[in-house]
């Protein structure tokens, strides 16, 4: 894909983590934010943008800033949870063996 995107002159407008080796992504950050969003999607039960054509969708995610909203009426725990595995920064993302904990006592 990148020597496609590199002999098309496209190279500079493709994301720079579509750059890097597979080794050096955070894949558990991204698997944190699709928990998080999992959540997100169970406590609204709808789905995310679903007014936005995909295409439309990821560029104003990631050109624009888009994000899910977390709604009122969800519980504070939740929607603390929800902000954790949502967070900007992928660094700061839980990893998973973190929020078991936190869903236990959420349960109780």
Same mark, same amino acid.
Request: charged content about 20%; aromatic content about 8%.
């Given at each position: %894909? !990148?020597? &496609? &995107?590199?002999?098309?002159?496209?190279?500079?407008?493709? *994301?720079?983590? !579509?750059?890097?080796? @597979?080794?050096?992504? *955070?894949?558990?950050?991204?698997?944190? =934010?699709?928990?998080?969003?999992?959540? =997100? +999607? !169970?406590?609204?039960? +709808?789905?995310? &943008?679903?007014? %936005?054509? @995909?295409?439309?969708?990821?560029?104003?995610?990631? %050109?624009?800033?888009?994000?899910?909203?977390?709604?009122?009426?969800?519980?504070? *725990?939740?929607?603390? %949870?929800? *902000?954790?595995? !949502?967070? +900007?920064? @992928?660094?700061?993302?839980?990893? &998973?063996?973190?929020?078991?904990?936190?869903?236990?006592?959420?349960?109780?």
């Amino acid at each position: %894909l !990148l020597q &496609f &995107f590199y002999k098309c002159g496209l190279i500079n407008c493709i *994301n720079s983590a !579509l750059q890097r080796d @597979p080794e050096d992504l *955070n894949i558990r950050a991204a698997d944190m =934010w699709s928990f998080g969003i999992m959540l =997100w +999607e !169970l406590n609204t039960r +709808e789905v995310p &943008f679903s007014d %936005l054509q @995909p295409m439309e969708c990821g560029m104003k995610i990631a %050109l624009e800033g888009l994000r899910v909203q977390i709604p009122p009426g969800i519980s504070r *725990n939740m929607s603390r %949870l929800m *902000n954790i595995c !949502l967070n +900007e920064d @992928p660094g700061r993302r839980p990893n &998973f063996d973190q929020i078991i904990p936190i869903l236990e006592k959420m349960s109780q």
